[in-house]
């Protein structure tokens, strides 16, 4: 019984079909989404976390179904994402960003807020300490009480990352983590989800196109092309697919590379 | 000076006296009143320990001003005209500034809260239930919380069908509420009369006031003490993760959700947290006044209340309070007494420039332009300091690891 399966996820926008019976699983660890652009890989995230419904297909993450669950509930759950064009809620400090992710973990009432008894301080204490842990994790400790549009680009990335945590996923889907990263901050970065893994047997999915980051990191490798599963394997049976190639270089490139 | 402690404390103190005496002394000045509510102003910004400015505020709020009331009573009706702003304006501010749901028909509830004590504190319940009524006054203690709970549900019936609605979109719909509202008030007094229509409802019965307190004096305790209540209820739902979830839809609803915020109660929440300030209020002015017809409740007054917000700072609390002040004061005093002056002058037969006033055409006439000053100075705000006066800081606390700092305070 794997951790997260999605089988023949199809999706139509009008004439066109975005994603083509698509079938994914993961049982741990982590696992790469590639594809060149247009490939249908944030189409598929959206489908797994509930901003889309599937026209057919099914999507399990361990005992349920998400299929028509609403993105707040697939994060209850234990499904939590990161977006490509990083969403963070920008004239929030940092460690407010990351309080809100931990709503759906909040076990609090309206009037318990406006009583403000022990029991809500008792959580609400626990809660900055936690995300302040988690900002501390992702090296933003420095930054706690930033607004998020002020961070730099690589530390925003970072915040979300830290964002998506905080709701105790089991499950992590990071749209282009290390998108506008340096090689550096990169590497750390794939560090950082390796820690990630091993302490929280968390399972994460990428989408990236940073081809050193995808074969150092990843587990599984998933590649879409016209929104249709055209190969998968290790990083290396990957690499080495001709139609993998194909898709990336044309007919003409795939020609050429082959030995 | 006012972020010195030993310069702010005694200049405090004695801006408190100059102003409590230049009232005492010419009570019909406007400028003394003004003098006094700066006092008020310069005590909330000055540095000094909380305590100390409590006592400030406390000896201003509950003792100078019934006293000043004493000698002009018609600075305490402004000083409660300004606490029910204030209300509505923190109200308003949950939906609008930290939710960030444009809400251009928010004195529907007000209306809605006004209504519910007119109908059933007056003979009017009569023509509905045959008989029995006004009820006893002192049942508008407790038409205090019917008021609040009707606004409430008010307020979640008008979130439901706008829930997908976002922006431009959501400010049409809620302004076709606030007149749906208006014009349900003016015109149902057939088939059966409910409201009395553009007639308006009067006499609606006044709570029985303790110890023989003057009415106007107990209607500003009153108005104070909800309002009292309503910052401190702000300020914990804001400074809470319902306050968090709010300030998210606000910033990305896409991202809000995906994080696990529940768009639909959170928003519902809003409404109905926003909607029931105003229905309290709204319980307190119709008694109050004696009097209400839908006349009371026009567009007009929706967008005065958006403008306080707007002007003291979206999302801010202190903001929302100053904000309603200075449009209240600016409207009730600042911009009539100007027009007044002007028409003294203009009968005085004053000539300026070699153009005399009192041949000014009708057109030109002094009272006409209180609206455009007030018009004027919003687009002013608007252009220099876009974020309003006292705009909203963000909450920051310590974070320690240590059992013992657990306790930490926000700052």
Redesign the interface.
């Known amino acids: 019984m794997s951790l997260f399966s999605a089988t023949g996820v199809t999706k139509r926008f009008g004439g066109l079909t975005a994603l083509k019976d698509v079938d994914f699983a993961l049982e741990s660890g982590i696992a790469a989404i590639i594809g060149p652009n247009g490939a249908g890989k944030t189409t598929l995230f959206n489908v797994f ?1 509930g ?1 889309y419904t599937p026209d057919a297909g099914e999507v399990r993450f361990a005992d349920h179904s998400l299929v028509g669950l ?4 697939i ?2 759950l234990g499904v ?2 990161t ?1 490509q064009n990083i ?7 940092a ?2 960003n990351v ?8 076990r ?1 009432g ?1 009037w318990d ?2 009583a ?1 008894g022990p029991r ?2 008792g959580v ?2 626990e ?3 936690a ?3 988690l900002l501390e994790r992702v090296g933003l400790g420095r930054q ?2 930033t ?1 998020a549009r002020h961070l730099p680009y690589g530390d925003q990335r970072r915040l979300e990352l830290a ?2 945590l ?2 105790r996923p089991r499950l992590l889907l990071l749209d282009e983590p290390t998108a506008g990263m340096t090689g550096a901050e990169a590497r750390q970065l794939m560090g950082l989800l390796r820690g990630l893994v091993a302490d929280f047997q968390l399972g994460i999915i990428l989408i990236e196109h940073n081809m050193r980051v995808v074969m150092e990191v990843s587990d599984r490798v998933t590649v879409l092309d016209h929104g249709e599963k055209i190969a998968e394997g290790t990083p290396r049976e990957v690499q080495t697919n001709p139609r993998v190639i194909e898709a990336y270089l044309g007919r003409r490139g795939a020609a050429s590379a082959a030995p | 000076m006012i972020r010195q402690p030993l310069v702010a404390i005694p200049a405090s103190l004695a801006l408190l006296i100059v102003s409590g005496l230049a009232v005492a002394s010419a009570p019909r000045s406007i400028l003394a009143f003004l003098l006094f509510q700066a006092a008020i102003l310069f005590i909330y910004l000055a540095a000094m320990p909380w305590w100390l400015r409590g006592a400030f505020l406390g000896v201003a709020l509950l003792v100078m001003m019934p006293i000043i009331g004493a000698y002009n009573v018609y600075y305490l009706e402004i000083a409660t005209q300004v606490g029910i702003f204030a209300a509505l304006a923190l109200g308003l501010n949950i939906v609008v500034g930290l939710a960030g749901l444009l809400d251009l028909g928010y004195v529907a509830f007000f209306a809605v809260g006004a209504y519910t004590w007119a109908i059933f504190g007056s003979p009017q319940a009569n023509q509905i239930f045959g008989g029995g009524f006004p009820l006893a006054p002192g049942w508008f203690y407790v038409f205090i919380f019917v008021g609040l709970a009707v606004a409430a549900l008010t307020g979640v019936l008008l979130g439901l069908p706008v829930l997908r609605l976002h922006g431009d979109y959501l400010a049409i719909v809620t302004l076709g509420f606030g007149e749906v509202i208006r014009v349900l008030a003016n015109n149902l007094d057939k088939p059966i009369n409910l409201t009395n229509g553009p007639k308006g409802i009067t006499p609606i019965g006044r709570p029985p006031v303790p110890f023989g307190i003057p009415y106007a004096e107990f209607s500003y305790f009153l108005v104070l003490l909800i309002v009292l209540i309503v910052i401190v ?1 702000n300020r ?2 804001e400074d ?3 306050g ?2 709010w ?2 839809i606000r ?2 609803e ?10 639909v109660r959170a928003k519902l ?1 809003a409404f109905a947290c926003g909607a029931s300030f105003a229905g309290i209020m709204g319980v307190v002015f119709a008694a109050k006044q004696v009097f209400i017809n839908p006349e009371s409740f026009t567009f007009l007054e929706s967008i005065g209340v958006l403008a306080m917000v707007i002007l003291g700072g979206m999302g801010s609390i202190p903001g929302a309070v100053l904000g309603a002040t200075v449009v209240t004061v600016l409207n009730l005093q600042v911009l009539k007494g100007f027009s007044l002056w002007l028409n003294e002058l203009k009968n005085a037969g004053v000539v300026i420039l070699g153009y005399p006033l009192a041949s000014l055409p009708t057109q030109l006439e002094p009272a006409k332009y209180e609206r455009m000053i007030f018009g004027i100075i919003l687009v002013l705000m608007m252009i220099f300091r876009p974020q309003g006066i006292l705009p909203a800081r ?4 310590e ?3 240590t059992a013992e700092e ?3 305070v926000t700052t």
């Open positions: 976390t901003l609403r993105p707040d509930e994060t209850a939590c994402r977006f969403r963070l809620f920008k004239a929030m400090t460690i407010e309080l809100v992710g931990m709503h759906a973990r909040v609090l309206l807020v406006l403000r809500f301080r609400e204490d809660a900055w300490r995300a302040g842990g706690l009480h607004e964002r998506a905080a709701s | 209820v914990r739902l809470s993760h319902i968090r979830a300030e998210a910033e990305d896409l991202a809000a959700q995906a994080m696990g915020v529940p768009l929440l963000r909450r920051q606390r974070i320690e690891v657990q306790k930490s």
